[in-house]
């Protein structure tokens, strides 16, 4: 304890030099630990963005933006497809459940789905739930009724009416279409991207196109669900095989998606270790400064019987003291870092974040432990091996 407390103090007696340090070394921890935490949160955030989309069947292109403008309704759609198609698909023995959607719409920036009523009975197989249940109102039963998402509700209430344009999503909005949908539900938070988008009918959507639509209505992307794991794969290779349509495996899409963001990751790891180093190499200086500049001091308490261990453990337990109480100043920052950029990236797109503690804030802590127990033991040493007499 005496240790400690003569540490502590001489802490105190530099305070420009410890909050420098602690300041350099807790910006190091917070930086890895937003980047740890992040990871893991993007990565739960897509798993569960992709829940409710077992197979898209899309128009012919890259699986890449089918998945960016249907589940993160991020992109463009690819195309249509026609409904023919889709009433296929939808006869097909191996498949258990098909939702039609047309998308390419929106209400003031708000992405507009125009989906059929099969999607009020797409059930959450881990929980025997809807993915989509209200939380006020009703389900759009009637022409250009329309239902907002948990967040989509946040700019309108039940019974107001909008007007849909044109695209919008990724640009200027086009023409307004001459139509007005009047909300009469609000949806229960899914903890997806839809949460911000309106939903109005199948039917509605058509009709407000017939001007641009061809001989027969179309839709952008059909939500498959298979009835076993044998049936899924069939079902993919042979629309792949055709000329019409592409089908995309959500979870292998998200999955490449994750990793395309670990790439990232990686680097920013990298940059982060990095700066750890330095500010390990920031203990390791201001503990040989200091050491220097009290040579004369640590020869005076040598000389009225302070012992050479205890003298060495005064400067390690110096650096490991710093190095304690900038990680947890490091971690607290990250993780209020973290949950800031998780609301931000909430607000933008919907895909819930929930950066909570994972067991490589341990890792982290063990190694900040570690290199300043290494940067500090040079500076103990050079302490444990001071002539007395020369610096007094």
Not at 157 to 175: A, E, N, Y
Not at 260 to 288: D, H, K, N, P
């Amino acid at each position: 304890m005496l240790v400690l407390r003569v540490a502590l103090r001489n802490l105190g007696f530099r305070p420009v030099l410890t909050a420098v340090t602690l300041a350099l070394l807790g910006l190091a921890v917070a930086q890895e630990t937003v980047v740890v935490l992040l990871a893991r949160a993007f990565e739960a955030g897509l798993v569960r963005a992709s829940r409710p989309f077992d197979l898209l069947v899309g128009a012919k292109g890259s699986p890449t933006p089918l998945l960016m403008s249907t589940v993160l309704l991020q992109d463009a759609p690819v195309g249509n497809l026609p409904l023919a198609y889709f009433e296929q698909l939808q006869h097909d023995p191996r498949v258990a459940y098909a939702v039609p959607l047309a998308m390419g719409d929106s209400a003031y920036g708000t992405p507009l789905l125009g989906v059929g009523p099969e999607l009020v009975g797409l059930i959450d197989p881990a929980i025997g739930q809807p993915y989509f249940a209200l939380a006020q109102g009703r389900f759009a039963m009637h022409a250009f009724e329309a239902v907002a998402g948990a967040q989509a509700a946040q700019h309108w209430q039940l019974g107001d009416t909008f007007q849909s344009h044109h695209g919008g999503l990724q640009d200027v909005p086009g023409s307004a279409h001459n139509a007005w949908y009047t909300i009469v539900g609000v949806l229960a938070p899914s903890d997806t991207p839809w949460d911000r988008a309106l939903f109005v009918p199948l039917a509605s959507y058509w009709e407000v196109h017939q001007e641009h639509a061809a001989a027969e209505p179309e839709i952008t992307v059909a939500l498959l669900r298979p009835k076993g794991v044998k049936e899924f794969y069939q079902l993919h290779q042979e629309i792949n095989r055709q000329s019409v349509a592409q089908a995309v495996l959500t979870g292998h899409g998200m999955m490449r998606l994750s990793d395309m963001l670990g790439q990232g990751e990686t680097v920013l790891r990298f940059t982060s270790w990095l700066a750890l180093a330095m500010g390990a190499t920031t203990v390791f200086l201001a503990s040989y400064a200091v050491g220097a500049q009290r040579q004369r001091d640590t020869a005076i308490l040598r000389a009225l019987g302070a012992g050479r261990w205890a003298m060495c453990s005064v400067g390690l337990a110096e650096a490991l003291i710093t190095a304690l109480i900038g990680t947890v100043l490091g971690m607290a920052v990250g993780h209020a870092t973290a949950w800031y950029i998780a609301w931000r990236v909430h607000d933008a797109s919907a895909i819930v974040l929930r950066p909570t503690c994972v067991p490589a804030e341990f890792g982290i802590a063990g190694a900040v432990l570690l290199l300043a127990a290494v940067a500090g033991l040079l500076p103990a040493v050079q302490v444990y091996r001071q002539d007395v007499a020369s610096n007094l």
